[in-house]
């Protein structure tokens, strides 16, 4: 419960403004997990909001259920493949970004390691990916290839 008698630009109230905190949940777990529950449920919408966005899954392409369930299905698997990189890629700091990171956006792993400027060549009878050496992303991407292959 929370009780104010002065407002946000300094008012006084002549009636005290009074605020509950009311959490309806049937698990049985005691109060103080549920409130952490609810206070981290911001967390789980940022994935979710993700997921829609990045991922352009905001509207399923087909009337069939099926079909959208399966596309459901393959979205949330590059999205995990995804988040898999943005994870090993926070291992080490060597990215070119200035702040240290948690966690590193969808779109961030999209723009700077998947979308990376480079050619397939084929010398010597052997297919190879060229990328520029002045990449400032190329060591992290030559150690994400590292750890993934």
Request: with cysteine; glycine share 4%.
């Amino acid at each position: 419960m929370t009780e104010r008698t002065i407002s946000r630009d300094g008012q006084i109230f002549l009636i005290p403004e009074y605020e509950f905190e009311t959490y309806w949940t049937d698990l049985e777990v005691p109060p103080h997990v549920v409130i952490s529950l609810y206070h981290n449920h911001g967390t789980c919408e940022q994935f979710h909001s993700e997921i829609k966005s990045e991922l352009d899954l905001e509207r399923l392409p087909s009337g069939k259920y099926e079909t959208n369930g399966l596309v459901l299905h393959f979205g949330v698997f590059a999205y995990n493949l995804l988040r898999l990189i943005g994870q090993e890629s926070l291992k080490k700091q060597d990215t070119p970004l200035k702040k240290k990171t948690t966690r590193r956006r969808i779109r961030t792993v999209i723009q700077n390691m998947i979308t990376l400027a480079s050619k397939l060549v084929f010398r010597g009878r052997q297919w190879k990916l060229k990328v520029a050496e002045t990449n400032k992303w190329l060591p992290v991407f030559t150690r994400l290839y590292q750890a993934f292959y």
